[in-house]
C-alpha cells in the first residue's frame, strides 16, 4: 500500500487540515516512508491474538447517576475566542 | 553545598528547623531561573508573583512550630501539558498559546494539598509529540550539559530545570519515554510510573492507552516522595486503577541481595552506541557486588514496538486532538469563511509540522479500509509484546538496559528525518505498551553527557524498582554529577 497526493489530501480534509503544496508533498513521502515500516507487522501472525486498548483489567466504569452543579458560564466563557449572550459564538454554519 | 543540591529530607528539615525560610527556596529557584534560563530554555511561563504570595504564606504557617508534609515549600515546575487553574497551559502550542485553565488537574491539586510552590511551566515538545523539545513551537529547550545538544523530550523542560537547580522536581509526562529519555540525556532520576497510578485528569491526552504523569527529580528517594505524593486513585480517570498505594520510601532499604535481574538483549544490540552498552555492563557488575544476579533474556517482540506504537500513539492523538477546533478556547484564526472552515485554518495555523504529520498518520490509519490493517494489527501485535514482559517477569524481579541508544544528539542533527528519531526510543516504547513501571537513573557519561539505565518493573511494583534504583545511587557516585552553569 502506498499513499499518493490524492490519499494526502482526503486524509487532510478528514481531519480538518488544510495543507500547503508542499505539506503535502513532504506528508506524501513522509507518510509512506512510515506506513512502509509499520508493514513489518504484518510479517506476525496475529492469528486469535486478542487487541489490547490498555493495559488494565478494567472495562466499563460507572459512576452513581446523580446531579451535579455544572461550572459557572462566565468560567466556561473565559477562554471562548467569541460570545455573546452567555453563548459561544460561531460562524454560519449553514451558507 | 549550594541549596538546590540537597535532597528533599535535608530541605524539610531545615525549613521544620527554621534554619531558612519558603521565601529563601523560592528566591533561590527564580535567581537560578534568571541565571541560567536564557541559555536553558526550560520554562515557558513563570508564576513569580503568585508563588512569592504563596511562599509568605507558608513562612507565616511555619511560625506555629507544626510539622510540615515533606514537599512543604518546595520549589516545583510542572509539564505544560498538565493543567493549573489560572495559569497559562500551552502544550508548547501556538494553538493554546492564550489557553487559561478553569480547573486544576489531579496531580497539581495533590501537590496543592501536599503544599509545594509551582514556579512555573516548563517547555516540552508541542502536545509531548517528540523526542528532543525541538517540536515546542516557541523556543527549543537546551541540554543544561552542553547546550549545543537537545535534553531529549517531550518533557524536556522538566528534565532540564532540574538537572539546572531551577526547581527541587518536576513533574512531566510520558507517553513512549518522554520522563524516562530527558532523565537519561539530562543525567537526573525519572520516573514512569504503572498505567493508571497516577490520574490522567487534567493531563492534555495525546495517546490516553499510554499517557502516564511522573516525577522527576535529582535522586531515587526525592523520586519516591513526589511519586508517594501524586499517586493514587482518582473517580474522574476512567483508567484509574484502584489499588492500595504503599510506603514507596520504606523500599529503599539498600538491600538487593537476590534480587533477579533479566536483562533484555535486544536492549544491547545493534544501534546501541558502545559507551552506553558499557556503562550499562557495568551498572550490572555494580547489582552483582551487591548480591543481585542478572541473566540475559529475551523481549523478542521488540523490533516491533515502533511500528506499533506509532500506529497506536498516532491513532489515538488524532482522536484526542479533534477537541482543538478553535470554537470554545485556544487561537481562533482570523476571517473564516464558514464553519468547517474556522475549524481547518485554526488547526492548520496552531499545529507545527509534527503534530500535523501525527495527526495525517492517525487519522489515516483509522480510515475506512484501514482501521485493521493498521490500527488493529497494532493492538493485537500489542499484545504479543505485553505477553514478552509478562513471561520475562515470571522469572524474574526487574528488566534493565539503557533508557536510550544514545546520549543525547545535537540540536537539529535529526531534524527532518522523522523517523530516524523515532528510533531513538527503542528501549523505552515498549514498556510504555506494557504498562509497567521503569525509572531511568544516571549511570555514566560519554563525552560529557549522561548515559541513563532503565530498570524496569512489574505493574504496579515501583517498590521493587524505587529500591534498585536506589541500591545502585547508594553504591555510585553518578547521580551527583551537575553541570557547570551560569
Known amino acids: 500500500m502506498s499513499i499518493t497526493l490524492k490519499d494526502v489530501e482526503h486524509v487532510a480534509n478528514l481531519a480538518r487540515l488544510e495543507l500547503s503544496e508542499q505539506e503535502k508533498e513532504q506528508f506524501t513521502g513522509q507518510l509512506n516512508a512510515i506506513l512502509k515500516y509499520a508493514e513489518k507487522l504484518n510479517s506476525l501472525d496475529t492469528e486469535g491474538v486478542a487487541a489490547t486498548s490498555h493495559v488494565l483489567p478494567i472495562t466499563n466504569v460507572m459512576r452513581e447517576d446523580v446531579t451535579k452543579e455544572s461550572l459557572p458560564i462566565e468560567k466556561v466563557l473565559l477562554n471562548a475566542p467569541d460570545e455573546e449572550d452567555g453563548q459561544i459564538k460561531v460562524p454560519a454554519v449553514l451558507e | 553545598m549550594a541549596l538546590f543540591d540537597l535532597r528533599l529530607q535535608d530541605v524539610h528539615n531545615k ?16 535567581r ?26 507558608l513562612d507565616k504557617q511555619l511560625q506555629d512550630g507544626t510539622e510540615r508534609g515533606l514537599l512543604f515549600g518546595l520549589p516545583a515546575g510542572i509539564k505544560d501539558n498538565i493543567v493549573t487553574e489560572g495559569l497559562l497551559t500551552t502544550c508548547a502550542s ?16 495533590k501537590l496543592k494539598s501536599a503544599q509545594s510552590v509551582t514556579i512555573g511551566k516548563l517547555n516540552m515538545d508541542e502536545f509531548a509529540m517528540g523526542g528532543s523539545n525541538e517540536n515546542s513551537s516557541f523556543y527549543p529547550t537546551r541540554n543544561p550539559w552542553n547546550t549545543d545538544y537537545v535534553p531529549g523530550g517531550s518533557s524536556g523542560g522538566s528534565a532540564a530545570s532540574v538537572a539546572a537547580g531551577q526547581v527541587y522536581f518536576s513533574l512531566g509526562s510520558d507517553t513512549g519515554g518522554s520522563i524516562r529519555q530527558p532523565a537519561a540525556y539530562c543525567g ?30 535529582k535522586n531515587v528517594e526525592d523520586s519516591a516522595y513526589v511519586l508517594q505524593a501524586i ?28 534480587l533477579r535481574i533479566g536483562v533484555a538483549k535486544e536492549y544491547l544490540g545493534e544501534g546501541i552506541d558502545p559507551e552506553v552498552k558499557e556503562a550499562v555492563l557495568n551498572a550490572l557488575k555494580v547489582y552483582e557486588s551487591l548480591g543481585a544476579t542478572w541473566e540475559e ?21 488524532s482522536s484526542n486532538l479533534a477537541r482543538f477546533d478553535g470554537v470554545r478556547y485556544g487561537v481562533r484564526a482570523d476571517n473564516p469563511d464558514n464553519l468547517i472552515d474556522l475549524y481547518r485554518k485554526s488547526r492548520s495555523q496552531g499545529f507545527g509540522p509534527e503534530v500535523k504529520r501525527r ?10 479500509g484501514y482501521y485493521d490493517a493498521y490500527y488493529l494489527k497494532a493492538q493485537k501485535v500489542r499484545t504479543l509484546i505485553k505477553q514478552d514482559f509478562d513471561q520475562v517477569f515470571s522469572k524474574f524481579d526487574v528488566i534493565m538496559g539503557p533508557t536510550a541508544p544514545t546520549t543525547a544528539f545535537r540540536i537539529g542533527e535529526q531534524v527532518g ?13 515498549p514498556v510504555s505498551l506494557a504498562g509497567v513501571p521503569a525509572i531511568s537513573i544516571p549511570c555514566g557519561s560519554s563525552n560529557g553527557l549522561p548515559i541513563g539505565l532503565q530498570i524496569i518493573g512489574k505493574a504496579f511494583d515501583e517498590s521493587t524498582v524505587l529500591r534498585a534504583a536506589h541500591a545502585f545511587e547508594q553504591n555510585t557516585e553518578f547521580h551527583r554529577g551537575r553541570p557547570q552553569l551560569g
Request: glycine share 6%; hydrophobic share 40%.
Open chain 2, 231 to 258: 499517586a493514587g486513585y482518582d473517580g474522574k480517570d476512567s483508567t484509574s486503577a484502584n489499588v492500595s498505594i504503599p510506603d514507596y520510601t520504606s523500599a529503599l532499604t539498600g538491600d538487593v541481595k537476590g
Open chain 2, 15 to 30: 525549613l521544620n528547623d527554621k534554619e531558612i525560610q519558603v521565601s529563601e527556596l523560592v528566591d533561590a529557584s527564580y
Open chain 2, 417 to 429: 528525518d522523522p523517523l530516524t528519531m523515532y528510533l531513538n526510543d527503542i528501549c523505552t516504547i
Open chain 2, 94 to 109: 501556538q494553538f493554546l498559546s492564550n489557553y487559561n485553565p478553569i480547573y486544576d488537574a489531579t496531580t497539581v491539586a
Open chain 2, 297 to 317: 533474556v529475551s523481549l523478542p517482540h521488540t523490533e516491533y514496538a515502533i511500528a506499533t506504537y506509532y500506529l497506536l500513539a498516532s491513532s489515538e492523538a
Open chain 2, 32 to 57: 537560578r531561573i534568571a541565571e541560567t534560563d536564557s541559555s536553558i530554555k526550560a520554562f515557558i511561563t513563570l508564576d513569580e508573583e503568585n508563588a512569592r504570595r504563596q511562599a509568605a504564606e
Open chain 2, 359 to 368: 495527526i495525517m498518520l492517525g487519522t489515516y490509519a483509522l480510515s475506512s
Open chain 2, 188 to 217: 537526573i532520576v525519572g520516573l514512569k510510573p504503572t498505567y493508571g497510578l497516577v490520574s490522567r485528569y487534567g493531563l492534555v491526552a495525546f495517546a490516553s492507552s499510554l499517557d502516564q504523569i511522573g516525577p522527576l527529580t
